[in-house]
């Protein structure tokens, strides 16, 4: 129970810091923060949350990080379900505190046909630069794919992990550095789903993609690292 309740509140900090990030501070005339803020909080986000709880759980955060450190060998397969289920829930009570935050404020409404509202994610005329279903297909299973790279290589026996946490939060600034135009950057399908059961319409039924990318990159990452660069020994 203490692991699952670490993965809801860091699931939780990351959909609030992220997302509420891009809601309440990326769009303010002449102050706003921008893609580079936004993707700052991403990193900020799981960097925190890794040294809060990281040392309980794992700091996964992620159903995809669950699914590639369970194809890397890091992780056992009869916890995936709890863990993916405590990430969600996480995900979704901090896009509730996001509505509920949101609503407070005049003329606040979720256009449900416009790209990116309510920090969505999409493809096609949901794409923030309307790029493709194939597009969006591929930055996200790639972009998962190194993420988990990054995450199996800092938390390697033989890493320094005392700096696994500052490794794994830029590396995801990096990869909302990259993505937010092509997809408004997922590579977490529980940070999909959250924001798109609030938006509804074709965002909703297009999370699917952000369920199937991430998680395939993140196992062909967990496959890569522990059949080709994972040691058992130091050379």
Known sequence: MRKLLAEF???????????????????IPNLGIGFVGVSLAFGLTVLTMAYAVGHISGGHFNPAVSFGL???????????????IAQCVGAIAAAGTL??????KVGFAIDA??????ASNGFGTFSPDEY???????AEFILTLFFLLVILGATDKFANGKFAGIAIGLALTLIHLISIPITNTSVNPARSLSQAIFVGGEPLS???????????????AGLIYKNLLQEDEIA
Do not use: D, N
């Open 132 to 138: 493709s279903m194939q597009s969006a297909f591929i």
């Open 206 to 220: 297009q999370v699917w993609l952000f369920w199937l990318a991430p998680i395939l990159g993140a196992i062909v």
């Open 113 to 118: 046909t416009k790209a990116g509202t309510f």
């Open 70 to 84: 369970w194809a890397g060998g890091r992780f056992s397969a009869k916890e995936l379900v709890p863990y993916i």
């Open 9 to 27: 509140f860091g699931t939780y900090w990351l959909v609030f810091g992220g997302c509420g990030s891009a809601l309440f501070a990326a769009g």
């Open 99 to 104: 509505f509920t935050i949101a609503s407070g």
